[in-house]
């Protein structure tokens, strides 16, 4: 038997799709059905029904924050189902998740749409905290960053260097849940939203520029919900116009970074280990152990300008 699957989550999908290709020429698993999110993969994604959209229209950070914060003060998702493709399709098990209602279809809107269903098909919240619940397959690549980290501070007794994940520009977002823990993992110190090694951090939050001016960590690494590097280069004009933005030691030293958030940061899926190697290749200077084609520009004002 085939079970039939509808995956409504990006990362969900890049896991599924690796169980699919592991599984040869015969597999059990059928992806039948994707989000509008869902965009990495084989090019047999590519035809897959779409069932998602967002209600939300891009235009700077301030106006998405704005629309995002006025239709959840309203109640309204942010996200529609289409639910008559849903039922056509005829799926056996819908992948979704609770864990965030701006950055994904919410848990409730596909609750509703898979109750109007007979028979209804298995309804998977997948909403991870931390790291280790969806990197299982992938800890040999971890231990190795964390093998190297251990060796070198053996050798040299190197102080953690500090970091600021932004995952939104206007207003400036803290990096939440598994991000601050990458960055531990890699050997750095999130300075604000802390993580640990078994545990991540709290949600993302908005905070004022004051406050990263008085963390003023080594690094600044920008990687925005959602955006890829050239949207993200637009977006940041609202962090150069602070006030003391000059000031800030990261740009000082030129270690200010933006990453393709979406790809690479955003998605609780596989490739949160080629964050872990960017992350530990960046703030340690080995340049070997950048994951090959990995999302990422150094930011220079002068460049920029």
């Given at each position: 038997m085939?079970?039939?699957?509808?995956?409504?989550?990006?990362?969900a999908?890049?896991?599924?799709?690796?169980?699919?290709?592991?599984?040869?020429?015969?597999?059990?698993?059928?992806?039948?059905?994707?989000?509008?999110?869902?965009?990495?993969?084989?090019?047999?994604l590519a035809g897959l029904p779409i069932l998602t959209a967002a209600r939300t229209n891009f235009t700077t950070s301030a106006d998405v924050d704005e629309q995002v914060r006025t239709s959840l003060a309203a109640g309204e998702s942010?996200?529609?189902?289409?639910?008559?493709?849903?039922?056509?399709?005829?799926?056996?098990?819908?992948?979704?998740?609770?864990?965030?209602?701006?950055?994904?279809?919410?848990?409730r809107?596909?609750?509703?749409?898979?109750?109007?269903?007979?028979?209804?098909?298995?309804?998977?919240?997948l909403s991870p905290q931390n790291l280790w619940e969806v990197l299982d397959d992938l800890t040999r690549r971890i231990a190795a960053v964390r093998s190297k980290l251990a060796e070198r501070r053996e050798q040299q007794g190197t102080q953690s260097p500090s970091v600021l994940m932004a995952e939104w520009t206007d207003p400036i977002f803290v990096g939440g849940h598994w991000t601050p823990q990458l960055?531990?993992?890699?050997?750095?110190?999130?300075?604000?939203?802390?993580?640990?090694?078994?545990?991540?951090a709290g949600k993302s939050y908005a905070c004022p520029?004051?406050?990263?001016?008085?963390?003023?960590?080594?690094?600044?690494?920008?990687?925005?919900?959602?955006?890829?590097?050239?949207?993200?280069?637009?977006?940041?004009?609202?962090?150069?116009?602070q006030p003391g933005w000059t000031s800030l030691k990261a740009v000082k030293k030129g270690q200010v970074v933006i990453v393709d958030g979406n790809q690479m940061f955003n998605r609780s899926g596989p490739r949160l280990v080629d964050a872990?190697?960017?992350?530990?290749?960046?703030?340690?200077?080995?340049?070997?152990?950048?994951?090959?084609g990995f999302p990422y520009e150094m930011w220079s004002d002068a460049r920029q300008a």
């Amino acid at each position: 038997m085939t079970v039939r699957v509808v995956s409504l989550l990006p990362s969900a999908t890049e896991i599924v799709t690796k169980v699919i290709l592991a599984q040869g020429p015969a597999p059990t698993v059928q992806l039948v059905g994707k989000s509008h999110e869902c965009d990495y993969g084989p090019t047999s994604l590519a035809g897959l029904p779409i069932l998602t959209a967002a209600r939300t229209n891009f235009t700077t950070s301030a106006d998405v924050d704005e629309q995002v914060r006025t239709s959840l003060a309203a109640g309204e998702s942010l996200y529609s189902v289409d639910r008559d493709l849903l039922r056509s399709l005829k799926p056996d098990v819908v992948l979704t998740q609770s864990l965030c209602k701006v950055c994904s279809v919410d848990f409730r809107t596909v609750q509703a749409a898979v109750a109007e269903m007979q028979p209804p098909p298995i309804l998977v919240d997948l909403s991870p905290q931390n790291l280790w619940e969806v990197l299982d397959d992938l800890t040999r690549r971890i231990a190795a960053v964390r093998s190297k980290l251990a060796e070198r501070r053996e050798q040299q007794g190197t102080q953690s260097p500090s970091v600021l994940m932004a995952e939104w520009t206007d207003p400036i977002f803290v990096g939440g849940h598994w991000t601050p823990q990458l960055v531990h993992m890699a050997g750095g110190s999130h300075v604000l939203n802390p993580g640990n090694d078994e545990g991540g951090a709290g949600k993302s939050y908005a905070c004022p520029f004051a406050d990263v001016a008085q963390a003023d960590p080594d690094w600044l690494i920008v990687a925005p919900c959602g955006l890829d590097i050239p949207t993200t280069k637009r977006e940041m004009a609202p962090l150069v116009a602070q006030p003391g933005w000059t000031s800030l030691k990261a740009v000082k030293k030129g270690q200010v970074v933006i990453v393709d958030g979406n790809q690479m940061f955003n998605r609780s899926g596989p490739r949160l280990v080629d964050a872990l190697e960017f992350l530990y290749s960046l703030l340690w200077n080995e340049p070997q152990a950048m994951p090959a084609g990995f999302p990422y520009e150094m930011w220079s004002d002068a460049r920029q300008a």
